[in-house]
C-alpha cells in the first residue's frame, strides 16, 4: 500500500521548505563535516555578544555537519547519545534517474561539537515514498537506527534497524561487516510502517556506556490501508503501533500492540515515545482531512498493554495541535506541542503526566510569531524547549527557552517569566542563519548540556549545537 496520506500541517511545511531553492553558495562537499562554524552575518561566535537580559543559556559548539552543494537537503535530523559521543541520523536528498529521492546516513559527533568522521550511507536502497526521517537510539557502545524503507516496491513501506559500533562501522550481530546492505534487519513486515521513533532515555548524568536491553519503538502503521484513485487516495484506517525490540538481534522482546483505539478512517501520525522503566507515554498528531489535527497521549505498561487510553491535548475545543514531543524527566513525563487558534498564529503549550499517566495542567511556553515542531529535553534539572519561531517562512529562526514547571521560560536570576511583558523574555536564539529558514529541531539532555540538531533549508545544512545554561 502506498501512504501518500499525510499529516496535514507537517505537509504544509514540508511543502514551504521544498519551495526554498538553492542560493548556489554552499562549498562544502557533500558529507564533508564542517568545524568552527561562523554566523553569516560575519561576526565571529568567539566575539558574538551573550544572550540578552532574561535569559540563563549560551549557545556553544555549533557546527555544520552536513551543506549540500547541489540543493539536496537534509532532511530532519534526529539525535542520541552513547558513551562519549552523539549520533545524527537524517533523511538525505539524492538523485536518481532524474527523480529526488532521500536516503537514510549517519554521523557522529564528538562531545566538543564536532563531527567525528564522514557521513555514512546507511543503506543502498534510496525510497520514494519514506514519511518520516531515519531515528536513532544509543546503545551500550554504538547506535542503532531504523528507518521506513520501500525496498519490497513504492507501495509497501517496512521498518529496518542497523546498527554501527563505536567507529560508526556497520555490525551484522557482533561483528563488523562491510559489504552493501549486511547487518540491515527488517523489524516490521505489515507494510505502510513509517514515521518510526525509539524511546530516548531522559538524561545522561554520566560520561561513559551505559546498559542498554531493550529498545522501544512506535510507528505509524497503514496495513489496513489500500490505495484509490480519486482524492484522498487513500481508504482504510491508519494506527500507531508500538513493540520493543532487542538491541542486539533485532528480534521481537515484545509484540506489536496496537495503541490507538479509534476506528474511523483518519490519519494519525508523528508519534513519539519515552519511558521511566515501568511504563511508557506515547504522544501523537491525530488528523481528520487537511484542516483539522489535535494531538493524543496514551500510557503503555511494559508489555505494551494501555494503561491509560488515549486522551486529548487540545485545551479548547476547535483549535487545531500538533507536532507533539516528549521526555521522561525522574518523577513524571514532560510533553510539549503546538495549538493554532488561527492562521499564521500559534502557541506552544507545555504539560506534564504522572507516573500513574493521569495528565496535569496544560500552560503556556509562547504566543510569539507562529511556532511549530518544538522539542523538549530534560537535564537532570530543568525541562527546555527548542522550537522554529515562524513556521516553514524565509527567515524562521530556531529559539530555546528553559522551562520551569509551570511551562514558562526562566529569567537569568531563576524566576519565572510568567507576567512578563517581554514575549521574548527567557528565549535564546539558537540559529546562525541570517537567511533561509531553520526548522525540525531534536533535542537531548546530557551531562547537564542540551544537545540540539536541525535543518536549514534552502542552504541543504544539518547543525549541531549545545546549549549551556547556568
Known sequence: MRSTAFVAPLLALLWALTACSDDGQATTPDGAPAQDVQPTDGVPQADRAPPGPGTSCQVQDTTVLFESTNGRKGWQPQIAWSDNQYGVAWAQEVEENSIIKRKPVFIRVGKDGKALGQMIDLTQNPTLYTLGPPVVAGLSKGFAVIWSDTRAGNDTE?????????????????????????????VTAGGGSTMPY?????????????????????????????????????S????????????????????????????????????????????????????????????????????????????????????????????????????????????????????????????????????????????????????????????????????????????????????????????????????LDTDGTDAFPEMIGVNGRFAVTWMNAPKGRVYFSHVVCK
Open 236 to 431: 482504510g484506517r491508519y494506527d500507531i503501533y508500538f513493540k520493543v525490540l532487542d538491541p542486539d538481534t533485532g528480534a521481537d522482546k515484545v509484540s506489536e500492540k496496537r495503541v490507538t483505539t479509534d476506528n474511523s478512517e483518519d490519519q494519525p501520525g508523528w508519534p513519539r515515545i519515552a519511558y521511566n522503566q515501568d511504563k511508557y507515554a506515547v504522544v501523537w498528531q491525530h488528523s481528520s482531512g487537511l484542516s483539522s489535527h489535535e494531538t493524543f497521549y496514551a500510557a503503555l505498561g511494559t508489555d505494551g498493554t494501555v494503561t491509560e487510553s488515549e486522551q486529548s491535548l487540545a485545551t479548547a475545543s476547535g483549535l487545531l495541535s500538533s507536532s507533539p514531543d516528549l521526555v521522561w524527566a525522574d518523577k513524571e513525563f514532560g510533553i510539549v506541542f503546538t495549538e493554532n487558534p488561527a492562521a499564521n498564529t500559534g502557541v506552544v503549550r507545555f504539560s506534564r503526566i504522572t507516573t500513574d499517566g493521569k495528565l496535569m495542567a496544560i500552560q503556556q511556553v509562547t504566543g510569539a510569531g507562529d511556532p511549530c515542531t518544538p522539542a523538549v529535553a530534560y537535564n537532570g534539572k530543568h525541562y527546555a524547549i527548542t522550537w522554529q519561531d515562524q513556521c516553514g517562512k524565509t527567515g524562521s529562526k530556531l529559539v530555546f527557552a528553559l522551562v520551569g514547571a509551570d511551562g514558562t521560560p526562566l529569567q537569568a536570576n531563576g524566576k519565572s517569566c510568567s507576567g512578563s511583558s517581554d514575549p521574548n523574555c527567557g528565549v535564546v536564539t539558537v540559529s
Open 158 to 186: 517496512d521498518l529496518y534497524m542497523l546498527k554501527l559500533d563505536e567507529n560508526g562501522q556497520r555490525l551484522d550481530g557482533a561483528n563488523v561487516c562491510t559489504s552493501p546492505g549486511c547487518g540491515e534487519i527488517k
Open 198 to 234: 525509539l524511546a530516548r532515555r531522559a538524561y545522561v548524568d554520566i560520561e561513559g556506556p551505559t546498559v542498554v536491553s531493550d529498545l522501544a519503538l512506535v510507528w505509524r502503521d497503514g496495513r489496513d490501508v489500500q490505495t484509490v484513485p480519486y482524492p484522498p487516495y487513500t
